[in-house]
Structure formats: C-alpha cells, structure tokens
C-alpha cells in the first residue's frame, strides 16, 4: 500500500472515530436528560413544564444530529 494510500485510510479512520465519537455523546446526553425529565415528570408546576418541553427540544435535536452522522458514516 502506497503512503498516499496510507494517509488517506488514517484520515478516514480519524473522521470515523470523529463521528462515532460524536454519535456516543448525543446518545449520552438523551440519557441525562431522560434521567432529569423523569424526576421532574414528578413535580407538576409551571417552571418544571418549560424544562420539560426544553428537555424533549434538545432530545430531538440530538436524533436529529445523530442521525445526520449515521448517514455519513453510510457514504
């Protein structure tokens, strides 16, 4: 294997690690915040609602993200 040959497969490798990386902390910060909604899901009053809704905002936006570094893993 050529050394340009090389190079490339370890910058792809580094993306690949790069990405997964990423998925895995997405991941890890729905389970967070899985964990505080539920605990809060026990409290009923106005201020605990908008985290609420604030929580499944940002769980959203992490499946969307990790959804989009999924898809470029395919390519």
Not at 9 to 28: C, S
Not at 37 to 57: A, G, P, V
């Amino acid at each position: 294997m050529s050394e340009k040959n090389k190079d490339v497969l370890i910058e792809a490798q580094k993306q690949v690690i790069g990405i997964l990386f990423e998925v895995i902390k997405r991941l890890q910060t729905n389970n967070d915040l899985d964990d505080e909604y539920f605990k809060i899901m026990e409290l009923k009053n106005q201020t605990k609602k908008e985290r609420l809704d604030k929580i499944l905002l940002e769980k959203e936006e992490n499946a969307k993200i990790v959804g989009r570094l999924l898809e470029q893993l395919e390519i």
